[in-house]
């Protein structure tokens, strides 16, 4: 075989690498779901559907978890002044580890006008993997107090998981974990490249891919000058 051919045989082949790494590789899932809130509030029981996002960013050894409600649920009869109302929300998990996650986030930055959808803040919360495996975050019960009360709100329409993240405990480990709060205290492996969503996998795996076809490249060059030297 002659070397410019085998040199268009190798960078094939590296290209080739480079795809199957990107194919191959799992990725997190994140989805936009909706949630039907039954809220029960000290004027009665209110209802309102809204897109839940929550969202996974590696932070220490563990990862940062942010909910966001895209629509406002429940209301109140009255105005609900700067910083009277503060929410806060459980996010259930599920697969390989058990369990909910607290979230919480500021009091209301501007009023609330009377019999207006209450718009939650994003709520943030550290979850800290204590099972290696894949881990769904499923939105839980949302609390808001205003005005020394307290309205409690529940999914009536079993919501699926708003996000799937691939994690490893301290020490790898595979053992159950019993139910309970999740938060922090415990680390992930740091051999595992971190997976958060959707994008960030894209990028990590693009990267990894873009490195194979480049590794390929340089071997073919080399076998190239190689090939020249040889003939002269």
Known sequence: MSYPRRTATL??????????????APAARADVVDVDYR??????????????????????????ITMSWQKGV????????????????TIRLGGA?????????????????ADTPIKISD?????????SGKVTFTAGTLTIKALGTTTTCTPANSPEPSLTL???????????????????????SAGQLPQTGPEDSVIALGTLGGTVLLTGAAGALWLTRQGRTARR
């Not at 960078?11 to 191959?24: D, F």
């Not at 809220?39 to 563990?62: E, F, H, M, N, Y």
């Not at 709520?123 to 099972?131: A, E, H």
């Open 11 to 24: 960078a094939s082949a590296a290209a080739l690498a480079g795809s199957a790494v990107l194919l191959a």
């Open 166 to 188: 691939a994690v490893t405990a301290a020490g790898g480990s595979s053992s159950p974990s019993s139910p309970g709060s999740s938060g922090s205290g415990g680390s992930s």
């Open 39 to 64: 809220c029960q509030t000290p004027i009665g029981v209110k209802s309102a559907v809204s897109p839940i996002d929550i969202r996974g960013v590696r932070s220490g050894s563990g990862y940062r």
């Open 74 to 89: 429940s209301s109140s009869p009255v105005e609900l002044g700067k910083g009277a109302m503060t929410p806060s929300a």
């Open 97 to 113: 580890d058990g369990g909910t996650l607290a979230v919480s986030g500021p009091a209301n930055a501007a009023a609330i006008p």
């Open 123 to 131: 709520l943030s919360g550290t979850y800290t993997p204590r099972k």
